[in-house]
């Protein structure tokens, strides 16, 4: 099982990212995704995931409204759409497979 973050970056406040999770090795399709955060001096936060079957469940409501989560099995990539950040955003962001893989994880910096 590999999972590959990308993009992540330094943005400014209120605007938006768009983070992709690249899923090998295993049949995406049959897994539940999510992705978690960690800021510096926090503990890893879970933010949202998506169901095999595309439902979408919120773990955090700091991010309710203005990320959320999809996922193309044919191309084996979930995404993160993250909009309106804030400089609280601001932590090194991981894909996680349902059952119990992550990703090496992917900063993102928002500046005020």
Known sequence: VQLVES???LVQSGGSLRL???ASG???EYYAMG????APGKARE???CISASDEIRYYSDSVKGRFT???DNSKNTV???MNSLKPEDTAVYYCVQGA???GQGTQVTVSS
Request: charged letters at 10%; glycine letters at 16%; proline letters at 0%.
């Open 100 to 102: 119990g893989f992550w």
């Open 7 to 9: 993009g992540g970056g």
């Open 69 to 71: 989560i999809s996922r």
């Open 46 to 48: 879970a933010l949202i």
């Open 35 to 38: 992705w978690f955060r960690q």
């Open 20 to 22: 992709s999770c690249a």
């Open 26 to 28: 295993f049949t995406l």
């Open 79 to 81: 995404d993160l759409q």
